[in-house]
T-cell receptor, first 113, second 116 residues
Framework: QKEVEQDPGPLSVPEGAIVSLNCTYSNSAFQYFMWYRQYSRKGPELLMYTYSSGNKEDGRFTAQVDKSSKYISLFIRDSQPSDSATYLCAMWGISGGSYIPTFGRGTSLIVHP | SAVISQKPSRDICQRGTSLTIQCQVDSQVTMMFWYRQQPGQSLTLIATANQGSEATYESGFVIDKFPISRPNLTFSTLTVSNMSPEDSSIYLC?????????????FGPGTRLTVL
């Protein structure tokens, strides 16, 4: 079992839909939970990160962490064609005294007009 | 924020050769990070580069294969040595900066390497 599981998609939705992107993980020692957006042929862009269970909202984006279920989600409201990208989740835990990330493979999102 | 540039943006190399990738940041940062993104695979941290000390490598990566230099607080290089087709990947440089209320992570645009 991989430490972080993420459905690669693609996930295709109409403009204006609510998008739900998810990751599961197996290592209970992970402390930080992050979401990145990566456009084609670009580097990833950090969208949001959370430290504990619960919700965090930033504009149209909401990150949700459920540590008891080892499950994290990213919700995108009122999705736009410009949201079409690959979304990566990452869990950060301490290894050798430093925080080290473990990434999911990414979910490809397509928002069509 | 931080703006990161990488050179080259892409390259096609023959097996057995080496390629050095440059990463330039527009501000001084303590640590710079090198990642690999293989086709269809997760983004993986290769090593952390501190100025004035040896880089710290993650499991599965060794200095002989991926030597790193960090001559100052705005620049780093990653060399992919004795390349094989399995090294075909996108190599990314990243930094963290301290914001007013939280830290932020930035990535360069990546170097797309193909090894024949």
């Amino acid at each position: 079992q991989k430490e972080v599981e993420q459905d690669p998609g693609p996930l295709s939705v109409p403009e204006g839909a609510i998008v739900s992107l998810n990751c599961t993980y197996s290592n209970s020692a992970f402390q930080y939970f992050m979401w990145y957006r990566q456009y084609s042929r670009k580097g990833p862009e950090l969208l949001m990160y959370t430290y504990s269970s619960g919700n965090k909202e930033d504009g149209r984006f909401t990150a949700q962490v459920d540590k008891s279920s080892k499950y994290i989600s990213l919700f995108i409201r009122d999705s736009q064609p410009s949201d079409s990208a690959t979304y990566l989740c990452a869990m950060w835990g301490i290894s050798g005294g430093s925080y080290i990330p473990t990434f999911g493979r990414g979910t490809s999102l397509i928002v069509h007009p | 924020s931080a703006v990161i540039s990488q050179k080259p943006s892409r390259d096609i190399c023959q097996r057995g050769t080496s390629l050095t990738i440059q990463c330039q940041v527009d501000s001084q940062v303590t640590m710079m990070f090198w990642y690999r993104q293989q086709p269809g695979q997760s983004l993986t941290l290769i090593a952390t580069a501190n100025q004035g000390s040896e880089a710290t490598y993650e499991s599965g990566f060794v200095i002989d294969k991926f030597p790193i230099s960090r001559p100052n607080l705005t620049f780093s290089t990653l060399t992919v040595s004795n390349m094989s087709p399995e090294d075909s990947s996108i190599y990314l440089c990243s930094v963290w900066t301290s914001g007013s209320s939280y830290n932020e992570q930035f990535f360069g645009p990546g170097t797309r390497l193909t090894v024949l």
